[in-house]
């Protein structure tokens, strides 16, 4: 039984599934905690991931090599150093002490969002390549003070990482050390941005160490974009497929929060966080992880489960409650989430005009090969 139970998780890894997994979810579902034959659990219903999310005897400290001597970033630490390091993160860029950074970028975002608009060509255009992947780019650059021309070295190191199903170790060295560069200049002479503030810090938690502010940099740069691109392009995908929502939302602009919370519930761009560990035997749902296991939390399949959401497969923005795992939950709940929102929210608003007049070319679209960052690779469009 567990081989063949097994291979629905081995079969939602495979590539080939990538462009639909939700029917792998259900029957996923049918164990809610999975005993993998690697002696890994894999754990799917709504509220067992829900309640490991919030469990302390989960721990996110992984024992994978350090990139080039780096500690671990604070997505990877347990309580007590990842609440000081996420703490020391959110000085400069989330309440109590700056509680306007997110929504004084409005204006911004949307500057950018119709400039790249602007730069489209006439009859066909790829949404990933010239919208959904630049607009997160930029914005990500422009918050932590990272070079935008500096762009393709470092999108290189990225792909190489995280398009894998293990990750690269030497891409994201590479991109460690090209942080650390970064950073070394940031610290001698500092400017606006979020990494000048970080290494300038003197707030009741002291600074972070120079190794600190790097692993904190690879983080938020590739947490700050990688998941950014799918949510805006999964959206268009929706859009384009029930042309439907595009017309409400033409005709009612407010629809575009609770249209972009469903598109995070309906097709989440992190679909599972794996290798957390038991520090303890744990009993849920009938059966019990023992310590020492690793843990894969299947948050898309959560998603889509029927105890929580009624008739969880079909799109709609109005359901309720609304609330879903997309973000995580629990002390390592996304920390970008407001502007996460606020970004896809201004994007997919600026687009939706466009999207009228556009026709999908491949469907379904190809997509990237993680299992984890699931989205598009690319999404072309004819303008009519
Ligand atoms: C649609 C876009 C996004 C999605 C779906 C997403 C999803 C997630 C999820 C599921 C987690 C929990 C990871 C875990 O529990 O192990 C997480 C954590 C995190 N996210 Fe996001 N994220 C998005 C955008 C962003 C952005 C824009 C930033 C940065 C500005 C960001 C920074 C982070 C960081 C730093 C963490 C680690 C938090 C912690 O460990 O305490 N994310 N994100």
Redesign the pocket.
Known sequence: MTTAVGSVFSAILDPVNRHDPYPLYTSLRRTPVLPAPDGSYVVSTFSSVAAL?HDPRVS?LTDAPDLLGLPPS??KLDPPS?DRL?RL?TRPFGPPHSPHRVADMEPWLASLAAELIGEFPPSTVDLVDQFAYPL?VRV?CG?LGVPLQDEPRFRAWIDEALNRVEPERQALGDLAEYLGDLVDRRIDDPGEDMLSALATDNGPDGRMTRAELVSTAV??LI???E??V??IANSCLVLLRQPLWLERLMAEPGLIVPFVEEV?RYD???QM?RWRTALADIPIAGTTIPQGAPITLV?AAGNRDPEQFADPDRFDPGRRPAQHL???DG???????P??RL??QLAVSALAPVLMRARLLEDPPVYRTSAVLRGPRHLRVALD
Not at 331 to 337: E, K, L
């Open positions: 999310l996110s604070f997505l990842h996420r993160a997160p990500i918050l983080l938020l947490a700050g974009h998941t950014t799918n949510l995070l989440p761009p992190v966080l948050l997309a973000f995580g002390i390592h709940y996304c920390f970008g989430a502007l996460a970004e896809a």
